[in-house]
């Protein structure tokens, strides 16, 4: 039976690296984002999901689920509208909630791609660290449930994606290729359930 992994935020940025190694890798890959490229939808809808574990069980048998779908709005406190905040909190937490919740009973191996900003609070992304923290106690808290499975949590630095883009700083970030690497590397290759990855 074919292996398959599901990767969400598939389309651009570092899912799309992370899909591409995973072929590499002879898996069947199918990428979720809102302009696909197999799944078209928001991750953090149910539909989106159960769309995702109807097409995996069409193709084989799913690996890996991979989440990794997210946005930045950055504004200092009190500036944020109601839209800017569901956006936020759906895209970089309510996603892994929701693929997570739709394919624990599928999958062994699940890695929920989040931030540095989920270790320490950033002036400035309010918001947005607390979408991240909440990603990071939900993977902390379903690690601790699901123990005859495997939960990587991977919290990457500044990469030069369109996430960044109009940043000055964004020059000086890491490569997403490079940073794809560490992690497909650290899933098939080590048994960690932990993984930082900042510029060197």
């Known amino acids: 039976m074919t292996d398959v992994a599901v990767v969400t935020g598939a389309s651009s940025g570092l899912g799309l690296e992370i899909a591409s190694l995973l072929k590499q890798r002879g898996l069947d890959v199918i990428g979720v984002a809102r302009r ?28 890996l689920l991979i989440n990794c779908s997210g946005i930045g709005v950055f504004h200092p406190a009190g500036a944020y509208t109601d839209e800017e905040i569901a956006d936020v909190i759906g895209s970089n937490l309510m996603s892994i909630i929701n693929f997570c919740e739709v394919f624990v009973p599928h999958v062994g191996t699940i890695v929920n791609v989040m931030s540095t900003a989920a270790l320490v609070g950033k002036p400035g992304e309010t918001v947005y660290c607390a979408a991240k923290w909440g990603a990071r106690g939900y993977t902390e808290a379903l690690r601790a449930e699901m123990k005859g499975k495997r ?50």
């Open 151 to 200: 939960i990587l949590a991977v919290y990457p630095g500044g990469m030069k994606t369109a996430f960044w883009r109009g940043d000055p700083k964004a020059d000086t970030f890491m490569d997403p290729r490079e940073v794809a690497e560490r992690i497909v590397e650290t899933i098939f290759d080590t048994e960690e359930t932990e993984l930082v990855i900042r510029r060197s």
């Open 36 to 63: 696909g490229p197999d799944i078209k939808g928001d991750a953090a809808q149910r539909a989106t999901a159960i769309a995702a574990v109807d097409e995996t069980q069409r193709r084989g048998s799913v690996k």
